[in-house]
Nanobody, 119 residues
């Protein structure tokens, strides 16, 4: 069964915005709240890289390349996280993956959602 479901990807011109969402449908509120969540991306022909993370206590961290343009957030009541992406650049083109880390070390990935930014 699917652990994480992403949505919100698409095609946009440079300078535009997109909002990605990730839901953990199998989690109950208390379980989801205790996990660290994040967004990663894999550009064409490159390795997967960290974009942003948000811990269970809502501490955030961003890759230098997206700082000031992207914002990660979470809504524990909905068991969801979001990635607001503004001022998108062609180099942001990638498959974006949602990641969930449990305190016992288990890690899960979503299926990925494509983001394409044209110049």
């Amino acid at each position: 069964q699917v652990q994480l479901v992403e949505s919100g990807g698409g095609s946009v011109q440079a300078g535009g915005s997109l909002r990605l969402s990730c839901k953990a449908p199998r989690n109950i509120f208390s379980v989801f709240s205790a996990t660290d969540m994040g967004w990663y991306r894999q550009p064409p022909g490159k390795e997967r890289e960290l974009v942003a993370t948000i811990s269970s206590d809502r501490a955030t961290d961003y890759a230098d390349s997206v700082t000031g343009r992207f914002t990660i957030s979470r809504d524990n009541s909905r068991k969801m996280i979001y990635l607001q992406m503004n001022s998108l650049k062609p180099e942001d083109t990638a498959v974006y993956y949602c990641n969930q880390k449990y305190q016992d070390g288990r890690t899960y990935w979503g299926q990925g959602t494509q983001v394409t930014v044209s110049s």
